[in-house]
């Protein structure tokens, strides 16, 4: 069973930023693509931003130009780095790879002043 462990969230001020990691118990890491996905309370999950296996990069309208996916496959471990914070990124972020049923548990990033 492979895991997915996300950490580095918390409460930043609105401009702030936060960068978030997500372990992956799979020593092939490299040959899977990964993807973020956050979920604010009352809403639906949102993508946030993917990176496949060949370090293709895609972003969530709402994130773009903020927000930078990165993966170190040596580390099995994968980032998202978020830059210029807003209250509405507010939300519970998880990480997953995608094509499996894996995902991690979450970690919640809170923007507020």
């Known amino acids: 069973q492979v895991q997915l462990v996300e950490s580095g969230g918390g409460l930043v001020q609105p401009g702030g930023s936060l960068r978030l990691s997500c372990a992956v118990s799979e020593s092939r890491f490299g040959a899977y693509d990964m993807a973020w996905y956050r979920q604010a309370p009352g809403r639906q999950r949102e993508f946030v931003a993917s990176?496949?296996?060949?370090?293709?990069?895609e972003y969530g309208d709402p994130v773009k130009g903020r927000f930078t996916i990165s993966r170190d496959n040596d580390k099995n471990t994968g980032y998202l780095q978020m830059n210029s914070l807003k209250p509405e990124d507010t939300a519970v972020y998880s990480c997953t790879l995608p094509y499996t049923t894996y995902w991690g548990q979450g970690t919640q990033v809170t923007v507020s002043s």
């Open positions: 990176i496949t296996r060949y370090g293709n990069i």
